[in-house]
């Protein structure tokens, strides 16, 4: 009878452990689902590559930018989707083992045009923490830069402009003190000419009339001024 017992209580040990096994093996299942739906349909370019940059995942936003289907880009080196130019770049930056934090090149996709793209880039530890790959983020930066092509071209216009306008400014003011300038000489002339004869250079009679007319309200001021005309 005891040992009946003892088998039966085993027996229900066994079924809980089995149930609770079941229910932990289908959490993880769905929680691997819902990672590889995040990973399959995130909006920008994921890509997994072992330690020398051979893809071993990428999701349906990098197939798209590399005009490469997902099950082509696995077993592909990373480094045939990078432009010429930037490769030698890319070998060096792989090697540095350093995470790589919006890194611009250009990818190059199969059949397509090179386009600049930012990178982002981390590294995959093993439990022993040793490298084991790398986990990539690619981004399409294209109207970005056509935006900030755009941007600078308005400011080169905008700062010629200002450039003119201030060059226009300054001849502008160099004009208005010159005839400034003028006005006063002419009006000096005028003067000059309303009290002095023409030809001799002389105080003329109108001259002589301020003149006296000045040192006669001058002598109202003063009784101890004196004056004579002769």
């Known amino acids: 009878q005891k040992t009946l017992e003892e088998l039966q209580v085993v027996s229900e040990e066994l079924r809980q ?27 920008d370019g994921y890509l997994v590559t072992n330690s020398v940059g051979i893809i071993q995942e990428a999701n ?9 289907s997902q099950k082509t880009l696995v077993g592909k080196p990373l480094i045939v ?3 010429q130019q930037d490769r030698q770049i890319f070998r060096a930056k792989i090697s540095n083992l350093q ?8 990818l190059y996709p199969r059949g397509g045009t090179p386009f600049p793209a930012s990178i982002r880039a981390s590294i995959v530890y093993n439990s022993s923490h040793q490298q ?12 970005r830069k056509q935006a900030q092509e755009l941007l600078h071209r308005a400011k080169d216009e905008l700062e010629k402009r200002v450039r003119q306008r201030t060059e226009e400014l300054v001849k502008a003011n160099d004009e208005l003190q010159t005839e400034i300038t003028e006005r006063k000489r002419a009006e000096l002339q005028l003067l000059h000419l309303a009290f002095h004869d023409a030809l001799t250079g002389l105080p003329n009679r109108s001259a002589f009339i301020k003149r006296l007319e000045h040192a006669i309200n001058y002598s109202k001021r003063h009784e101890d001024y004196l004056f004579a005309v002769l």
């Open 17 to 43: 452990q089995n149930e609770q096994l079941t229910t932990a093996r289908d959490t993880s299942e769905l929680q691997q689902q819902r990672y590889q739906d995040l990973f399959d349909f995130a909006p």
């Open 132 to 143: 084991v790959g790398w986990r990539w983020l690619l981004c399409n930066i294209s109207e």
């Open 99 to 106: 995470p790589l934090e919006d890194w611009e090149i250009y």
């Open 81 to 83: 989707f990078i432009a």
């Open 60 to 68: 349906n936003a990098a197939a798209t930018l590399l005009c490469v």
